[in-house]
T-cell receptor
Framework: QKEVEQNSGPLSVPEGAIASLNCTYS??????FFWYRQYSGKSPELIMF????GDKEDGRFTAQLNKASQYVSLLIRDSQPSDSATYLC????????????FGKGTHLIIQP | DTAVSQTPKYLVTQMGNDKSIKCEQN?????MYWYKQDSKKFLKIMFS???????INETVPNRFSPKSPDKAHLNLHINSLELGDSAVYFC???????????FGEGSWLTVV
């Protein structure tokens, strides 16, 4: 059974600072990781995914993957109040049609 | 034009009733899912269907019965509703060869 662990927070970050969200996973065979953002009362939406060790940048977002340490992170630069949401880390299940196994999410609050 | 649509969005019902939630996707995807998000915001997969065939049935009570009449539709029927069934139910879809899972807007079920 794959497990994905996240600190539920809340994580409070001042506006303009870098928000760092972390995720660990139990299955060393996990190959890919997804970060979803969920605003209160809304559905999850994909921010980015990462397959390879190292960093992947997309605008203000950087995903980092360290397979040796079984650790994934999401950095949000120049944090804005609109970034306040719950961030969900996820990895695919066992087979091709499997859905994603999600962590419990980290609640991020950007303080103006 | 909504990619993954669910109905109803809100549903309040009494214990013991039977209810259904409908889901349709117009993305041409071959895989559809039902997820449950509880009061602690934990998002957990319930069912996965690929080309109308059940792929995953996680440890969900058999009071929950999914039905996929075609690739674009995945409905969820719940018998003998219990208080603990109160949650947000998300339908989702993806192309099995693709990366991204797209979520519907969610159906808020409250059992009283």
């Amino acid at each position: 059974q794959k497990e994905v662990e996240q600190n539920s927070g809340p994580l409070s970050v001042p506006e303009g600072a870098i928000a760092s969200l972390n995720c660990t996973y139990s299955d060393r065979g996990s190959q890919s990781f997804f970060w979803y953002r969920q605003y209160s009362g809304k559905s999850p939406e994909l921010i980015m995914f990462i397959y390879s060790n190292g960093d992947k940048e997309d605008g203000r977002f950087t995903a980092q993957l360290n397979k040796a340490s079984q650790y994934v992170s999401l950095l949000i630069r120049d944090s804005q109040p609109s970034d306040s949401a719950t961030y969900l880390c996820a990895t695919p299940g066992r087979g091709g049609a499997d859905g994603l196994t999600f962590g419990k999410g980290t609640h991020l609050i950007i303080q103006p | 034009d909504t990619a993954v649509s669910q109905t109803p969005k809100y549903l309040v019902t009494q214990m013991g009733n039977d209810k259904s939630i409908k889901c349709e996707q117009n993305l041409g995807h071959d895989t559809m899912y039902w997820y449950k998000q509880d009061s602690k915001k934990f998002l957990k997969i319930m069912f996965s269907y690929n080309n109308k065939e059940l792929i995953i049935n996680e440890t969900v009570p058999n009071r929950f019965s999914p039905k996929s009449p075609d690739k674009a539709h995945l409905n969820l029927h719940i018998n003998s509703l219990e208080l603990g069934d109160s949650a947000v139910y998300f339908c989702a879809s993806r192309q099995i060869s693709g990366n991204t899972i797209y979520f519907g807007e969610g159906s808020w079920l409250t059992v009283v």
